[in-house]
């Protein structure tokens, strides 16, 4: 019986010893940083959104992202955005819809892709698939393929810059026609050239395109 003890004894103690020497793997997964994972998603969204105590504009969107986390923090509109815009009186001044974008709250500044289109109050329509709209000097830009119709005309160029209520605007390096009311049904007003000042814009994150000179030609409607 002793015997028999002692070999059981020897036998567990060989046992323990080899399961100490076998390495053991980590079963605990790695803790990464949640860069890429939305904080917020909410669908079927129609709310107004403020800026300092005043109402600005109003998003309807399908599905709404906010991550606080990328640097710089972004609201994401993958699905598409339609906005409303006030003035300060809460009129409507007009309407923007993007097929996809993105609101980079720390630098107000929207970036609108897709199928961009502007409408305002005045008949103006604005058409790109890019637009950028900046919340702090308060402008619009864009350096793809843009159209501008109003009832007076038309304008088409690579390069568009506004005030964000679309009063005034420029599309250089373009070429349009319109209207005028001092020339005859059978006058023809000779192409002008104007030279566009350099746009002041700077570059900062995630992207301000440098704006570039251009020269501006607008040729009349044919008679």
Not at 157 to 170: K, N
Request: aromatic share 12%; glycine share 4%; with cysteine.
């Amino acid at each position: 019986m002793e015997s028999r003890l002692s070999i059981l004894i020897v036998s567990l103690v060989f046992v323990l010893l080899a399961s100490c020497e076998q390495p053991r793997e980590h079963t605990a997964p790695a803790i990464h940083e949640r860069d890429s994972v939305s904080m917020m998603t909410t669908y079927g969204v129609n709310t107004l959104i403020s800026d300092s105590g005043v109402i600005k504009y109003r998003i309807v969107t399908e599905r709404w992202d906010v991550n606080t986390i990328k640097q710089p923090s972004r609201w994401t509109f993958e699905r598409g955005v339609f906005l409303e815009q006030f003035d300060d009186k809460f009129h409507i001044e007009g309407y923007i819809f993007a097929d996809t974008a993105w609101y980079y709250d720390q630098l107000k500044l929207w970036e609108l892709r897709g199928r961009v289109r502007i409408r305002n109050v005045n008949g103006l329509v604005f058409r790109s698939e890019e637009l950028f709209w900046d919340g702090m000097k308060h402008e619009f830009y864009s350096h793809k393929y843009s159209r501008v119709v109003t009832p007076e005309r038309e304008l088409e160029g690579t390069y568009f810059r506004s005030d964000e209520h679309m009063r005034h605007y420029e599309v250089t390096n373009s070429v349009g026609s319109f209207q005028s009311e001092d020339l005859e049904p059978e006058q023809e007003e000779p192409a002008k050239e104007q030279k566009t000042p350099a746009d002041t814009a700077k570059q900062e994150k995630p992207v301000r395109p440098a704006a570039t000179k251009h020269k501006a030609t607008i040729k009349p409607a044919q008679p």
